[in-house]
């Protein structure tokens, strides 16, 4: 071969390795391009529906509240039977008889669960307590007039925060307010001649303190430790008007 034609070859040669090469240089870098895309389209979507997640799962379960029950009759009875959940039960009576008014909660067994009023003559009232657990129940009621029993249970979420000043006449409970950890104060104040008698219960309706227990007029005032912040509210029994400033 000429050298004229051999320096054609080496020419043609060296052209096409260039050309291989940036073919192969090109493509690494486009794939680098898609995979840097790709990488970073997943990351985007990891960090989008990772915390979506967890806000899910962190959100506690909103309880629904019960349809109310409500309940009559005249005289001595046993009432239909009706289902409570557990938690807080709020009772409200009514009575238009002249002798003893007892009504008792059983359960399906006929077990006594707890004396929801014990009164004479003509009453109205209402009365908070913890159920606690589900089940079928029923009221043996005691009396000698006409009455209706009707049944709430509040699933609260919200109250007033303190201090705040809460009022009432005879057997009443309290809305719903707000305690924080440590020392709170309770005055109070009943215009009444029979029992004036006071009780805290968390927003579930479990006792957590008696705040005060007397006969007659009363003025005073005590202060509690708050374990746990929370809902709270009071079971007050009397038979005159009454003032709790909680503090």
Known sequence: MCL???FYLAVAVS????????????????????????????????????PANDRESSRPAQQTEPQPINLAGKGRQASEKFRLEPGLCVFE???????????????????????????????????????????????????????????RQPRPTEGQAAPCTLQGHGYNTTPF??????????Q????????????????????????????????????ISIEEPGLYFLNVSADGDWTVDVK
């Not at 307010?177 to 309770?186: D, S, T, V, Y």
């Open 177 to 186: 307010f707000k305690l924080e950890k440590g020392l709170a104060e309770f």
């Open 93 to 151: 009576v009514n009575h238009d008889g002249d002798s003893n008014l007892v009504i008792r909660l059983l359960d399906r067994n006929g077990k006594e669960i707890d004396t929801v009023f014990n009164q004479i003559g003509k009453f109205t009232g209402q009365r908070a307590m913890n159920v606690p657990k589900g089940d079928t129940c029923l009221l043996d009621v005691q009396a000698d007039g006409n009455w209706t029993a009707n049944i």
């Open 188 to 223: 109070m104040k009943h215009e009444g001649e029979a029992r004036f008698r006071v009780v805290l219960l968390d927003r579930n309706g479990r006792p957590v303190e008696y705040l005060t227990n007397t006969l007659g007029a009363f003025e005073g005032s005590k202060p």
């Open 15 to 50: 052209a096409l390795c260039c050309w291989s090469g940036w073919l192969t240089a090109g493509g690494s870098a486009q794939a680098d391009d898609q995979n840097a895309s790709t990488l970073q389209k997943n990351q985007s979507t990891t960090q989008q529906s990772v």
């Open 4 to 6: 004229k034609n051999r």
